[in-house]
């Protein structure tokens, strides 16, 4: 049946037949200009399912509440089939290939992508903003939905680290001022010892970088450590010690953050020539300079 024409610039009103599929086959007659609430309701009074757990789709796409159903389905010659997912949970699989892993979890029908990256994020680590959710050969986005994207129970998602996920981190050296960096999830720890050398000056060749007390070796990466966002990292490096002896002589000594008072002085009488025993070490201010007493001479 067709309303008549439109009045006062209103659209007409078209009775459209469409199927709601809610486990079992529903037949529902409503006007092509019902908004999707109150398709909704006209469900509730029927099934009973609560409105809140209702969604509906149609070619895929998620419908809502304050359209209507002519904004999504433009003819009206023939019967249409929308999707109502009532809310549920379903396993899926998470493949994550980079960790050599296969995690099974139960999401929502109606979950987000965001929300899916945090749960990922909770149960492995990974960063929720350095992650890329594949599935069907598509990168999904993070306002879609599980079920809009297509997935159902016991699909397997993949999940790929993303090198363009943008970090800064802060950078704790001995004897230094803290500072910070700006990199990508993708960076080596050999690039990000690199950037270092060119704030710095230090060789990166003498750059260790530790983690929650793990040194962090050069041919990984930031996301393989699981690095997020505002991290904190310590380095260590060669510092340059100035000695100075009571003649009045001053030598040079490489020595390490780590570097025991024990080490220093055997550095020390290694470059001098004298006994450990024959030395004590004075230290005042942050000036790294170190006065010998002798007490006997060899």
């Known amino acids: 049946m067709m309303h008549g024409p439109a009045i006062n610039g209103e659209p007409s009103k078209k009775k459209v037949k469409v199927s709601f599929k809610v486990i079992k086959s529903l037949t529902l007659d409503v006007l092509s200009s019902d908004t999707i609430g109150s398709i909704k309701d006209k469900i509730y009074r029927i099934e009973g399912t609560s409105v809140n757990q209702q969604e509906l789709f149609f070619a895929g796409n998620h419908l809502e509440d304050t359209k209507a159903l002519s904004d999504y389905i433009v003819s009206t010659d023939s019967d249409s089939t929308i999707d109502v997912w009532v809310e549920g949970r379903m396993p899926i699989s998470i493949k994550i290939p980079s960790m050599e892993k296969t995690l099974p979890l139960n999401v929502k029908f109606v979950e987000t992508v965001k929300k899916l990256k945090v749960m990922i994020q909770d149960e492995v680590g990974i960063p929720s903003d350095q992650q890329l959710i594949i599935f069907c050969g598509k990168t999904l986005k993070d306002d879609e939905l599980l079920v809009a994207c297509g997935i159902i129970k ?138 010998i007493l002798f007490h006997s001479m060899v």
């Open 154 to 291: 016991d699909s397997t998602v993949y999940v790929m680290l993303n090198p363009l996920a943008e970090l800064l981190l802060y950078v704790h050296m001995a004897c230094d001022n803290a500072f910070s960096l700006e990199v990508k999830a993708g960076y080596t720890i050999s690039d990000v010892k690199v950037i270092v050398e060119s704030l710095r000056g230090i060789p990166a060749s003498q750059i260790k970088v530790f983690h929650d007390e793990v040194e962090l070796q050069d041919s990984f990466t930031l996301s393989f450590y699981k690095i997020k966002h505002r991290s904190v990292l310590h380095l260590q490096a060669p510092i340059q010690i100035f000695v100075k002896i009571v003649n009045g002589k001053t030598i040079t000594i490489t020595a390490e953050a780590s570097d025991t008072i024990a080490i220093i002085i055997t550095k020390i009488a290694s470059k001098t020539g004298f006994k450990c025993t024959n030395l004590k070490l004075f230290y005042a201010g942050m000036d790294f300079r170190i006065k």
